[in-house]
Nanobody
Framework: VQLQASGGGLVQAGGSQRLSCAAS????????VGWFRQAPGKEREFVAG???????YYAASVKGRFTISGDNAKNTVYLQMNSLKPEDTAVYYC????????????????????WGQGTQVTVSS
């Protein structure tokens, strides 16, 4: 399985950006896909996740601003990020889990089997 994350870049605070996670070797809609992020000096943290049934979950810090969605035809999962803040600055990773985790387990990076390479998002103030 290969995951390719893209869409990062520099954006001003209050702006929007959309990240993409394209997969090969697996049909994303059949698995749990999560977005995580890691800022310098901090641990990797859960941002959003989507289960095979389409249920979505968000970290409290991004709920209401970020939306995770999937496009089955393109085998791609997106993370639409609105109202971006400087504290959203991080490297963003997409990950795939072969298990259909409950929401609490979905937030644990150890429960994911495959990871993309990461894409940098920088939000300027």
């Amino acid at each position: 399985v290969q995951l390719q994350a893209s869409g990062g870049g520099l954006v001003q605070a209050g702006g929007s950006q959309r990240l993409s996670c394209a997969a090969s070797g697996r049909t994303l809609s059949s698995y749990t896909v999560g977005w995580f992020r890691q800022a310098p000096g901090k641990e990797r943290e859960f941002v959003a996740g989507i289960r095979s049934g389409g249920n979505t979950y968000y970290a409290a810090s991004v709920k209401g601003r970020f939306t995770i969605s999937g496009d089955n035809a393109k085998n791609t999962v997106y993370l639409q990020m609105n109202s971006l803040k400087p504290e959203d600055t991080a490297v963003y990773y997409c990950a795939l889990s072969r298990s259909n985790w409950v929401s609490s387990a979905m937030r644990n990076a150890r429960n994911y089997d495959y990871w993309g390479q990461g894409t940098q998002v920088t939000v300027s103030s």
